[in-house]
Structure formats: C-alpha cells, structure tokens
C-alpha cells in the first residue's frame, strides 16, 4: 500500500538554528499539505500545494518558515531560525484532488533546545 | 469559521462493549466531516467521511459515524470495542470548496480512547 514519506522521523535543534523536513507524497496525488500538531491539539494547516502552486500558506509564519515543492511531487518545509515554540509534530499529507480524502505520513518529530 | 469540538478528552471502556466517541460541528454550509485515528508517534490515519447520502456512515476497522444534521453531531461508533482501539481519535470538517474552501480539514482537539480488558 502506498504511503505518505517524511524524514527525519525525529529531530532536535537548538534555538536560532535552521531546519528542515522533507515529504514525498503518494505517487499522483496532486495536492500536498504541511500541518503543525502542537502536543494535545489537533493538527493546523500550515500550507497546502496544489502541483507546484501554493494555494493556502495563510497560517505560514512566513517570517521564519518557508515550503516548496518545485516539481510538484515532494516538498521541504524549512523553519529559519527555529524558536523554542517551533517544538511539534510536522505532518505531511497528501491527496489525489482538492476534494478527496487527505493520507498523512509517520510526521517529524522536533524538538527546540 | 469552521469548527469541531470534541467535548472528551478521555474515553474509558471495557473490551467487548460498545463504544462512543462525540463529535459536535459547526460550518456555514454543507458539512464535509471524517474521523481520522493516530497512533503513538505515527500519523493519522484516515477512517471514514460523510459527504452527502445516508446518515450511517461504515469505515475502517469495524468503525462507524452517525451523520445527525439538527445535533450537528458526527460521533464515532464501534459496536464492540478491542484493546488494539485504544488511540487518539480527531473528528475533523473539511471546508466546501464550492463555496470557495480549499479543501482545508479542521481538526478538534482530540479523544483519547483506552479499551481495558
């Protein structure tokens, strides 16, 4: 069955350094998110691509963080500089179509020190 | 604004008894809801959705959801709940692209369901 990839499963930085998470998306799903799961909430779209074309980054930091999927298959999300209340699970996600259901990955787990 | 609320933070039951886990929403047009469950450190996994059509909606593993439009309620069901159950469940809306949404999933906070034996 095909899945969602994410690397690194796990990672720790330090605060004010950079970082970044990559995601391969099911083979032909067209449209790919980035959410944020803060421990005990639910997850929060952070940026959803349709192809290469970012349709929705309205809850971006865009500040310090920054997404690109510039062939419109995976995708790297990349937090510059990292603060300590960047720590969360990142989860991919994505789907064949804007209306079809979304399949996440295993996440990336970070941790700001 | 779309929302969910999931009013449980834990749900406790004996394996072999049913199960509920609540679900509540709230959107300004046609309600587009799904059930997705997570493991410890994985990601979620999707188990059913109500677009339109009956309101009993089957999925996953035994699992079902009751579509109730005067409630606005969405809640998770399993006639007979098993130890391998025990995860977080999240009831999530997903905004009506014909109306202009992107297919954007709400999530709510999310149920801690424990099956003991």
């Known amino acids: 069955e095909a899945e969602v990839a994410q690397s690194p499963r796990y990672k720790i930085t330090e605060k004010s350094q950079a970082v970044a998470f990559w995601c391969d998306p099911i083979?032909?799903?067209?449209?790919l998110y980035w959410y944020r799961q803060i421990l005990g909430q639910g997850p929060e779209l952070l940026v959803q691509?349709?192809?290469?074309?970012?349709?929705?980054d309205s809850q971006l930091p865009k500040d310090r963080f920054s997404a690109e999927r510039l062939k419109g298959v995976d995708s790297t999300l990349k937090i510059q500089p990292a603060e300590l209340g960047d720590s969360a699970m990142y989860l991919c996600a994505s789907s064949l179509g804007r209306r079809q259901e979304q399949y996440f990955g295993p996440g990336t787990r970070l941790t700001v020190t | 604004a779309q929302s969910v609320a999931q009013p449980e933070d834990q749900v406790n039951v004996a394996e072999g008894n049913p199960l509920t886990v609540k679900c509540t929403y709230s959107v300004s047009g046609n309600p587009y809801l799904f059930w997705y469950v997570q493991y410890p450190n994985r990601g979620l996994q999707f188990l059913l959705k109500y677009i339109t059509g009956d309101n009993l909606v089957k999925g996953s593993y035994g699992f079902e959801a009751e579509f109730n439009k005067s409630q606005t309620s969405f809640h998770l069901k399993k006639p007979s709940a098993l130890v391998s159950d025990s995860a977080l469940y999240f009831c999530a809306v997903r905004d009506d692209i014909l109306t202009g949404g992107g297919n954007k999933l709400t999530f709510g906070t999310g149920t801690q369901l424990k099956v003991e034996l």
């Open positions: 083979s032909g799903h067209a449209t």
């Open positions: 691509f349709q192809d290469e074309s970012v349709v929705d």
